[in-house]
């Protein structure tokens, strides 16, 4: 024998499995889904005993988390935050966007439609995620938003159960 050892003694080695294990590892961590990055932790969905899982979202798609302007919350906003939003009654929150009203919400929308191709537009969805406790007319006043400026896929997210 070249290494002189008893032959019952090998241990087998075990840095190829090592190695697939952690190129298994970041396979999985470079194509997860970062869907937490599009919900706003704060929005606590309302409950529907009709609703059903969500389909995988584009990549172009919207998300707005729209929440009811409590004093709870808007004391916690900076000052220009808290000027801006004195007068709105909800407050709809974009990830990677400061709060906003609903006027400045539809004037971003319509930067959004204006951005892409008619056809683009069209496969566009806007995901709704709705606070459980906001009121229907202010919810209904974002989807109007949203057909005026040309959306027309439109989903809504709910916690499933009753």
Known sequence: MSHGGDDS???PDLTPLL???LQLLMFFIINVNFMGA???PEIKLPRSASARPMDKPADADIYLNQRTRTEAYFNRLPPYDQERLRNAD?????PGKPPMSMLEVRAWLKDQRERVDAETANRM??????D????VGELLKLMNACKMVGFKNIKMHAVIGK
């Open 90 to 94: 909800s407050v709809v929150l974009v």
């Open 38 to 40: 599009q919900a706003n």
């Open 125 to 130: 969805v806007v995901h709704f995620r709705p």
């Open 19 to 21: 190695d697939l294990v």
């Open 9 to 11: 003694s090998a241990d």
């Open 132 to 135: 459980g406790d906001l009121d």
